[in-house]
């Protein structure tokens, strides 16, 4: 009979995918586990206990969280609903105004940020201008274009009737189309606007520079941009440039603006401060799904991903060089983010989430999988935000799942956990390490934020002066069953009647929400030692948990998860708040397993305290 002991101290590879289980050589399965559910996993290593959600705010509809940071000081909580614009600061809505997005419009609504102005776009909608004015005092209006870039779409040739005034246009083939009423044209490098549509050769138009004649001629372009022709699809300021990537006639170009003057877009002469334009020209057409600023101006498409270099950005300085294959969503613009100089991208398959980082030794881009070894965490994501200060990844799932990584390159820290809510996680921002997040419940969207204060979720406080047993003010959790932590200490769950719910005994302090269980599984043991078999019958001995300020833990040895008491001299009794407990927490098993893929041990709890494990040693027989 074999008899060892196994020290777990990391679970920096986090949860795995059940494809690995048969892979116990992987340095990923010393540091990872089978299940870690409702648990972040820290940097050091060790996993606590996620904090709870608290409830802010009943929303309209589906909604769309942007992050607006003026400054350290100065920071604002976009939500975007169904033609609306609310600005919050804090827990409190401060302002509200209307604009002209669509409830379909928000998966695909793109944005970038200067200063007090948020810039919005979507291929179906005039590109907006979002500016504070004030901390209350917010505008929504279009931009306009100091000089709009034009593009031919067409071979046939244009010829004016005249060179001032309203004037006739004549194409010797089809080029104009009813929805050009309203567009910009250019005949000789002369703007003209085109103000009604007579047949497909023929068009009205009012002249706005004199014409250079009247001949036919292909020396002529329009608006790259209209509602017929279709808006920007996304954008980002770069090098004092303002960049605008594809639109839905032309997916795969991009407009770069003069420097310094951000709604310029005339090429003028090439001169090195002048507007840039160009297509990503290679074997495919990948449409443009995304640009972002980073050690050089990064270029995300359908199908791969490019970099546009230059110190600095000019006309005769800029290269294009495609990096990787990997692609980004098309039904979706998930944004990139920056984390570590690195940037984070969804995958077009759904399945991954790539790290697009520069190389000095190849001097190139390379795009590697984190969530390869934990692919069934990642399903078809829709929203991602990082939190800095926790150096924690939170991606929202098209069915409403959300997975955390916690990702530290200096330390090799990629773990996957999976938070579960009693809803639906439908977009997500970050504010200065606060991470906001529209929950779906019952049907009813809610903004919700993760607060460190909380256990529970949809979750709000309360305090009196006095002991009370009536708390009010939950109509958000009418008719549901909900967790209750009042004066520190857990009580039964009660249900809300009336937007409210009683106590016995009355408590002075109290957080009320729906209550949420977490979990953590190891991975089956590694059976490949001198005289184990994995066929033989194993025992658990013992399991030692080291626990940091540990308020509530529930184990289960194959019998169901039982709580363990931390109950010291001199602690508290029953109905106060139990005490932290930080030390090592040794249990003994008894019995014999022959399924060895089920977990030795199992911590699964949903009581709404503080819970962290920093390591865990297992003492086990095996028979020879």
């Known amino acids: 009979m074999a008899q060892t002991r196994t020290l777990k101290t990391s679970f920096t590879a986090g949860e795995l995918a059940p494809e690995l289980l048969g892979r116990p050589d992987l340095r990923a399965t010393a540091n990872g586990a089978r299940r870690l559910r409702n648990v972040f996993i820290q940097p050091t290593g060790g996993v606590t206990r996620r904090p709870g959600l608290r409830h802010v705010a009943m929303l309209p509809g589906r909604a769309k969280l942007i992050a607006f940071e003026f400054n350290t000081e100065q920071a604002y909580l976009l939500v975007l609903t169904e033609g609306t614009l609310g600005v919050f600061v804090g827990d409190a809505q401060v302002a509200q105004v209307a604009g002209p997005w669509t409830a379909t419009m928000l998966p695909q609504l793109a944005y970038t940020q200067s200063a007090d102005t948020l810039l919005l776009c979507h291929p179906d909608m005039p590109p907006q201008r979002v500016t504070r004015t004030s901390h209350t005092s917010w505008t929504v209006a279009p931009w306009s274009f100091t000089r709009e870039p034009f593009y031919r779409f067409s071979d046939a040739t244009l010829a004016a009737s005249a060179i001032t005034g309203t004037v006739t246009l004549t194409a010797s083939a089809t080029v104009f189309q009813p929805g050009h009423a309203g567009v910009r044209f250019r005949l000789g490098g002369r703007r003209l606007l085109v103000t009604a549509v007579a047949s497909p050769t023929q068009a009205t138009a009012t002249v706005e520079e004199t014409l250079p004649g009247t001949a036919a001629t292909t020396d002529w372009d329009e608006a790259a941009f209209s509602a017929l022709r279709g808006w920007p699809v996304t954008l980002c300021f770069h090098q004092d440039r303002l960049v605008l990537g594809g639109s839905r006639d032309l997916p795969n170009r991009l407009w770069l603006s003069r420097t310094g003057d951000l709604f310029n877009f005339d090429l003028g002469t090439g001169l090195d401060d002048q507007a840039i334009e160009f297509g990503l020209v290679s074997d495919q057409v990948n449409a443009i799904r995304g640009v972002f600023s980073g050690q050089h101006l990064q270029v995300f498409t359908s199908g791969a991903e490019w970099m546009v270099s230059g110190a600095p950005l000019t006309p005769g300085s800029i290269q294009l060089n495609r990096q990787t294959r990997v692609g980004s969503p098309v039904a979706r613009l998930v944004q990139p983010v920056d984390v570590d100089g690195a940037t984070i991208f969804a995958a077009r398959t759904g399945r991954g989430i790539f790290e697009f980082a520069y190389t000095d030794l190849q001097q190139l881009y390379q795009a590697n999988d984190l969530a390869l070894v934990s692919q069934h965490l990642v399903r078809d994501p829709v929203a991602m935000t990082y939190d800095q200060r926790r150096r924690l990844l939170h991606v929202a799932m098209a069915d409403g799942t959300l997975a955390t990584l916690t990702l530290y390159r200096a330390e090799q820290v990629t773990a996957w956990t999976r938070q579960e809510t009693d809803g ?201």
């Open 424 to 624: 639906l996680v439908r977009s997500l921002a970050d504010i200065e390490g606060a991470v906001w997040a529209v929950v779906e419940r019952d049907g009813t969207p809610r903004l919700e934020r993760f607060d460190e204060t909380l256990a529970l979720d949809a979750a709000l406080t309360g305090s009196a002066a006095t002991a009370q047993d009536t708390w009010t003010g939950l109509g958000h959790l009418g008719g549901r069953s909900v967790g209750i932590v009042a004066d520190g200490a857990p009580r039964g769950a009660a249900v809300v009647a009336d937007a409210a719910v009683t106590l016995d005994p009355p408590a002075r302090t109290v957080q009320i929400g729906l209550p949420f269980a977490h979990e953590i599984a190891p991975l089956p043991p590694d059976l490949a030692i001198p005289g184990g078999t994995g066929a033989a019958p194993l025992r658990l001995v013992s399991v030692t948990f080291r626990l940091l300020d540990t308020r509530a833990l529930a184990v289960d040895l194959g019998r169901g998860p039982v709580p363990v008491t931390f109950r010291r001299l001199g602690a508290a009794l029953l109905d106060a708040a139990p005490p932290a407990f930080t030390g090592d927490v040794r249990l003994r098993a008894i019995g014999w397993r022959r399924d060895a893929l089920a977990p030795l041990w199992r911590i699964a709890d949903d009581t709404p305290l503080p819970m962290t494990l920093l390591s865990v040693t297992t003492d086990m027989r095996i028979t020879d």
